[in-house]
């Protein structure tokens, strides 16, 4: 089985700055990799998926995920945060059977 | 609109009460989903139907009861709740469970708040 870590549950940035939202996955063979964005009282919305021979991928919302295989990381950046991203981000693994497995999710608070 | 709709949105039950929640997908998919999403524990995958027939059901208790009647539709009937029930019931759906289309992520609903009182 695979698992996802997210680390820090909380991560507070100040409106313009930058956003690092990190992920590490455990997996022997490059896995399928999401991060998807939940609003308060909404359902999970995918911002960006891993796409085989690209290693940074864009998503929307101005975020990008940088694929690193000799870190086993997909971490997720946006060079200036905006109010409207607070929100809960969560990195995500499917294996070849479509399973999916996702991390804890890390809260973004941006302060004005 | 997400492809993946949700009813009710918010659902109060008492634990002795039977109730429904609906998830309709719209995207043509032949795999769908339910998680629970409780406050502070990661996202649970509950049940999962691939073509209708139920591929997995990860250990949950039996008044948890799952309804597919078709690729469009999932249905989760509730009876008898507790209180540690109460969670965001999330319904998805992917093209299919089985054989892992390239990168196909999954598509998920709104939500349904449940508070069992």
């Known amino acids: 089985a695979q698992s996802v870590t997210q680390l820090g549950s909380h991560v507070s940035v100040s409106e313009g700055a930058l956003v690092l939202l990190r992920c590490n996955y455990s997996s022997s063979v490059p896995p399928y990799l999401f991060w998807y964005v939940q609003y308060p009282n909404q359902g999970l919305q995918l911002l960006l998926k891993y796409t085989t021979g690209a290693t940074l991928v864009k998503g929307i919302n101005g975020f990008e995920a940088e694929f690193k295989k000799s870190e086993t990381s997909f971490h997720l950046t946006k060079p200036s945060a905006h109010m409207s991203d607070a929100a809960e981000y969560f990195c995500?693994?499917?294996?070849?059977?479509?399973?999916?497995?996702f991390g804890s999710g890390t809260k973004l608070n941006v302060k004005p | 609109e997400t492809g993946v709709t949700q009813t009710p949105r918010h659902l109060v039950m008492g634990m002795t009460n039977k109730k429904s929640l609906k998830c309709e997908q719209h995207l043509g998919h032949n795999a769908m989903y339910w998680y629970k999403q409780s406050a502070k524990k990661p996202l649970e995958l509950m049940f999962v139907y691939n073509f209708k027939e139920q591929t997995e059901n990860n250990s949950v208790p039996s008044r948890f009861s799952p309804e597919c009647p078709n690729s469009s539709h999932l249905f989760l009937h509730l009876h008898t709740l507790q209180p540690e029930d109460s969670a965001l019931y999330l319904c998805?759906?992917?093209?299919?469970?089985?054989?892992?289309?390239?990168?196909?992520?999954?598509?998920f609903g709104n939500g349904t708040r449940l508070t069992v009182t």
């Open positions: 998805a759906s992917s093209p299919d469970r089985v054989i892992a289309v390239t990168n196909s992520p999954l598509h």
């Open positions: 995500a693994v499917s294996d070849y059977f479509n399973k999916f497995y």
